[in-house]
């Protein structure tokens, strides 16, 4: 019944290197997101596509970037990980009308030492 | 600029009684508003949502409260279980764009409902 999934629970990587956060959903909903949730500052949109091979910066794009190749599929690339994106990052996807919400994925808590 | 907030971080209830969830918006061409619960190691579920041409919205023992003239809007769970205990997002949409919403989520407010 996992509509939302995304490939890594926990990961733990080091400064500096090149990390791929995975996200597959299988509702065939156009639109996806990555967001990444922190204490006291809450769910913050990182980028979102709304159609394959198309994407759009969110509020904190800066050292992110993200890939969609296939319509079910939305990575999100941390070009060179820093200690500050330490974080929990959440996947969410909707569908292009008949819209009430988002559904998310059950989160990749990334650890960069 | 944070657009969506909530001024609680934290709110214990005892088991039974109401918990009101508060949330603020300042940009007021919002027009959908919805709340979302998380618990811990797990994405947060959608729980209720309203429009904002109306002022209530009820579902079994949530209800969510909005008024456009002072931009607020309130979660109440009567009566509060222990399993309510969770990070509570209050969350607001951009107008449809043909495409796509854009939602702006608040900070949370994490409730504990205590037996």
């Known amino acids: 019944d996992v509509k939302v999934t995304q490939s890594s629970r926990y990961l733990v990587k080091r400064t500096g290197e090149k990390v791929f956060l995975e996200c597959v959903q299988d509702m065939d909903h156009e639109n996806m997101f990555w967001y990444r949730q922190d204490p006291g500052l809450g769910l913050r949109l990182i980028y979102f596509?709304?159609?394959?091979?198309?994407?759009e910066k969110g509020d904190i794009p800066e050292g992110y970037s993200v890939s969609r190749e296939k319509k079910e599929r939305f990575s999100l690339i941390l070009e060179s990980a820093s200690t500050n994106q330490t974080s929990m990052y959440l996947c969410?996807?909707?569908?292009?009308?008949?819209?009430?919400?988002?559904?998310f994925g059950s989160g990749t808590r990334l650890t960069v030492v | 600029d944070q657009q969506v907030k909530q001024n609680s971080p934290s709110l214990s209830v005892q088991e039974g009684r109401i918990s009101i969830l508060n949330c603020d918006y300042t940009?007021?061409?919002?027009?959908?508003f919805l709340w979302y619960k998380k618990y811990p190691a797990e994405g947060p579920t959608f729980l209720i949502s309203?429009?904002?041409?109306?002022d209530k919205n009820e579902d079994g023992r949530f209800t969510v409260f909005l008024n456009k003239s002072a931009k607020h809007l309130s979660l109440h769970i009567v009566p509060s279980q222990p399993g309510d205990s969770a990070v509570y997002f209050c969350?607001?949409?951009?107008?449809?764009?043909?495409?796509?919403?854009?939602?702006?989520f608040g900070t949370g407010t994490k409730l504990q409902v205590i037996p």
């Open positions: 596509s709304y159609d394959v091979k198309m994407k």
């Open positions: 969350a607001a949409s951009d107008p449809f764009r043909g495409g796509y919403q854009k939602v702006t």
């Open positions: 969410a996807s909707s569908p292009t009308g008949n819209w009430n919400g988002y559904t």
């Open positions: 309203i429009s904002s041409i109306k």
């Open positions: 940009n007021s061409m919002f027009d959908y």
